[in-house]
C-alpha cells in the first residue's frame, strides 16, 4: 500500500508505482491511500491490482493483524510502530496497561500477548472499537482483561484521577489528542 502523503507527490504517482513494479516484479495488489483528502479511502492501484481483497490478515513476531484495504479511511497498522509493539509484548507480563493509541489497535494485542493483566484503551472516535474487536478475533483473545472507552483524553484523565486509577505501562500518540475538536 502506498500512501501518498500531499498532492505534489501523488501527481509523481506514476514513476513512483513504475518503480516499485520493478523493484518488486512479483507484488500481488497495489492499493493508495492519498491521506492529504479528507475524504479518501483506500483503492487499488487501477491496473496494479489484479485481485483486489478487503482485508488481509499479516503476521509480526508472533502476532496477527487484520489490515482493512478497500474503502477503509486507513490501514490500521502503521510500521512506525513497530518499536512500541515490540516493546509492548516484551514489558507487559503481569502488568496493567494504559492505551492512549486505541486506534491503533495493534498496542492491544501486543499487550495482551504479553502476558498484560489488564488494558485500559481510550479513543474519541467509536470506529476504533470495530477495529479492536477484529484484532482480538484474529489473535484469538477473548478480550475479557480490557476495558474500551470512546471519550476525550482529558475527560478521561479526570475520571482516572478522580478513581485513582493507576497503570505500569501507558502508550500515547500525544499529537492525535491535541487535535481533539472538543477541546
Do not use: C
Not at 514513476?15 to 523493484?23: G, I, M, T, Y
Not at 487499488?44 to 493483524?65: C, D, F, H, L, R
Request: hydrophobic share 40%; net charge positive; glycine share 6%.
Amino acid at each position: 500500500m502506498v500512501t501518498w502523503e500531499n498532492p505534489g507527490i501523488q501527481q509523481q504517482s506514476h514513476l513512483l508505482l513504475a518503480a516499485l513494479e520493478e523493484a518488486l516484479p512479483e507484488y500481488r495488489n497495489l492499493y493508495e491511500l492519498r491521506h492529504f483528502d479528507a475524504q479518501a479511502v483506500i483503492t487499488a492501484v487501477p491496473g496494479a491490482a489484479p485481485q483486489p481483497q478487503t482485508t488481509v490478515k499479516i503476521s509480526e513476531a508472533g502476532t496477527n493483524y487484520s489490515i482493512q484495504l478497500l474503502g477503509a479511511a486507513r490501514p490500521g497498522l502503521y510500521l512506525e510502530y513497530r518499536p512500541v509493539r515490540e516493546q509492548l509484548k516484551k514489558n507487559t507480563q503481569g502488568k496493567a496497561v494504559l492505551n492512549l493509541l486505541f486506534y491503533q489497535t495493534g498496542m492491544v494485542a501486543a499487550a495482551e500477548l504479553g502476558g498484560a493483566i489488564q488494558t485500559e484503551n481510550i479513543e474519541m472516535k467509536q470506529r476504533a472499537q470495530t477495529d479492536l474487536l477484529a484484532e482480538m478475533e484474529v489473535n484469538q483473545l477473548d478480550g475479557s482483561r480490557q476495558k474500551n472507552r470512546i471519550m476525550d483524553l482529558r475527560g478521561y484523565l479526570n475520571y482516572a484521577q478522580k478513581h485513582q486509577l493507576r497503570f505500569e505501562v501507558i502508550t500515547i500518540n500525544l499529537p492525535a489528542y491535541f487535535r481533539s475538536k472538543k477541546r
